[in-house]
């Protein structure tokens, strides 16, 4: 058909005549092919407790790769503002000892955790791991929000030590009530004891003892003539 032959004859002179508006046309598709692989996360943290901001790739199908963890946005290269480098599972640079890597980094978990987290590490954290290839590597943004702790947790602790000071009392009170039940018991042991002894001691008494003692008995009741 003329037409086709006429759309065809068309693009092959188009790059000649508008160069200008090829290369208007391949900027923003080379900027979409730079910013796939790149992604955005949101991470609430509590302070003065550990929080881990998430990364991670596929160890199968590339292998231990090297990556960067930086303090910003991921740029274009590297990492902005580095605060963590590792070098084919590697750590080779540390920023500080509250920047940790607590997950199986040769199994391609890359985390960060940064250890007893605190309201200025809030702000936005980039990961990027160097995949080979051009424009491959693997970039993660992480928003980190740092808040108090909430208040369910704290009224928990609360309860639980009430707890505690109620179980305490309920024991100091089963332990007062042990005591006075012994002592209770002990009191019938030596009652019985003092009576059966002296059932005992009456019945080795003989019977010229009880006359004699009935005779004492006697004259102390008579009373004397003067």
Known sequence: MWWQKYMVASLKDMPVQYPTLMCGLLI????????????????????????????????????VLSFCWGHGKVPRSKCSNTILLSDNGNVTFRESPRYQLLSQVMQGEV???????????????GCRVEIPGLFNDQKINVHLTMEEAPMEEL????STDCD???VS???????????????????????????????????????????????ENIYETIPTTK
Not at 155 to 158: A, E, G, N
Not at 177 to 200: D, E, M, P, S, Y
């Open 155 to 158: 009224d928990i602790q609360s």
């Open 164 to 166: 505690t000071v109620t």
């Open 28 to 63: 923003p598709f080379l900027l979409i092919l730079i910013q796939v692989s790149s992604c955005t996360v949101t991470v609430t943290g509590y302070i003065g407790q550990d929080v881990t901001l998430p990364c991670s790739y596929d160890v199968q199908a590339n292998g």
């Open 111 to 125: 985390s960060l955790t940064i250890v007893k987290a605190q309201k200025t590490d809030s702000g936005v954290y």
């Open 169 to 215: 009392k309920a024991l100091l009170e089963a332990e007062n009530i042990g005591r006075i039940a012994v002592i209770f018991f002990l009191t019938i042991i030596l009652i019985l004891i003092l009576i059966i002894r002296r059932k005992v001691l009456m019945g080795r008494t003989t019977p010229q003892q009880l006359n004699t003692i009935t005779a």
